[in-house]
């Protein structure tokens, strides 16, 4: 009887020990970071807020042989832009409120509400200090209607139920996307101690692309990604929406097939090409597995002709107050908004009509 009861045992043990592994085993950060995403996209509303860093490095050679080059890109070093704002899904309604900082010799900042509706978008006009605007102009919101500047354009009238059923298509995009890209190589699990200081976190999955590993990304994108890409957007769900004719997904895919091994020869160019030195891009989840927190660093080198242009861009965004009333608080009065053709009238009365040559 003994020599049944402990092989029985055993089995029934280790049949245990499977079960239970199998119940508290986490999903690997691939598929928290999709489910996530998917989640994410049922937000019924969130404020955010965060903070966008860019720094582009001009060659010396460059800078000390054209002086409006030299210029800009005193400018574009170290611009700063803190971004604020408000989300509400139905009815649709976005609130942003941006403060740029302009560095160099004529340094400035500038302030600008975004007010984002149904039917229209409400952009604040810029007040830039050496460029002077109209008193008719000056505090006002200028107001792009949507179905209007349709008409102008002879397209169709711009329908926000479109936009937000494309939300569906981007998950699914999504997902093509992950499927092609292996976890071990790219996705990694941070550990507690790594989560970024105040993030309404419990997990962050990162993403990492190097130098060693950006042509593999491209190729795999080229090979696999971009043609289901294309197949799910000819598919009949999609293809009222993005309005391919008969037989261009074909050629679409044939094209860059022909340009693989231009791409490759761009890639392995020492002299002339795009290189990605590092790019981390961080997605922290909360406890109801939304995505709270999101940082992308990017550092990459733009070599032509052997001069080597560097650009730096660090963007951190934390989402919260999820799903509660939205706090809106740009407001908007009506005498102080001003449709964008008025605007147009006025400044070139003002200015004269702007014409650009061949």
């Given at each position: ?28 950060p ?5 489910g ?96 002077p ?28 139920e ?25 996705f ?34 080229v ?26 997904p ?7 097939v022909?340009k ?11 002299r ?35 001069l ?51």
């Open positions: 009887m003994k020599k049944k009861f402990f092989p029985t045992m055993a089995v029934v043990l280790l049949i245990l020990t499977i079960i239970v592994s199998g119940c508290g085993q986490k999903p690997g691939k598929e928290l970071l999709n996530a995403y998917d989640k994410s996209f049922e937000m019924e509303s969130y404020s955010f807020d965060g903070n966008l860093n860019f720094s582009l490095n001009v060659p010396t050679e460059v800078i000390e042989s054209e002086l409006e080059t030299a210029m800009i890109a005193g400018m574009l070093q170290n611009i700063n832009m803190n971004i604020s704002g408000v989300y509400q899904h139905n009815p649709v309604k976005i609130e942003m409120i941006l403060d740029l900082e302009i560095p160099g010799d004529m340094s400035f900042n500038v302030n600008l509400p975004v007010v984002i509706e149904e039917e229209r978008t409400l952009v604040k006009v810029p007040n830039i200090p050496f460029i605007l109209p008193e008719e102009v000056k505090g006002k919101f200028m107001e792009f209607n949507y179905n209007e500047l349709a008409e102008m354009s002879d397209e169709e009238e711009f329908n926000f479109v936009l937000q059923k494309q939300n569906e298509l981007i998950k699914e995009m999504s997902r093509i996307i992950f499927n092609h890209y292996d976890e071990e190589e790219y990694t699990l941070l550990e507690e101690s790594q989560f970024p200081d105040g993030a309404d976190v419990t997990e962050v999955v990162e993403i990492k692309i190097t130098d060693e590993n950006f042509e593999k990304v491209v190729l795999t994108f090979d696999n990604v971009f043609p289901e890409l294309v197949d799910l957007l000819s598919s009949p769900k999609w293809a009222e929406y993005k309005h391919m004719e008969p037989g261009e074909e050629k679409l895919k044939e094209d860059l022909n693989r091994s231009d791409i490759v020869s761009f890639l392995q160019d020492d002339n090409t795009f290189k990605v030195n590092d790019l981390t891009i961080q997605n922290g989840i909360n406890k109801d597995n939304y995505i709270s927190y999101q940082s992308v660093q990017l550092d990459a080198d733009a070599i032509i002709e052997g080597v242009g560097n650009f730096l861009i660090d963007l951190s965004l934390s989402t919260n107050h999820i799903n509660e009333d939205p706090n809106f608080t740009v407001e908007v009065p009506i005498e102080n908004i001003i449709n964008v053709i008025e605007y147009e009238e006025i400044i070139n009365s003002t200015y004269g009509d702007f014409e650009f040559e061949d």
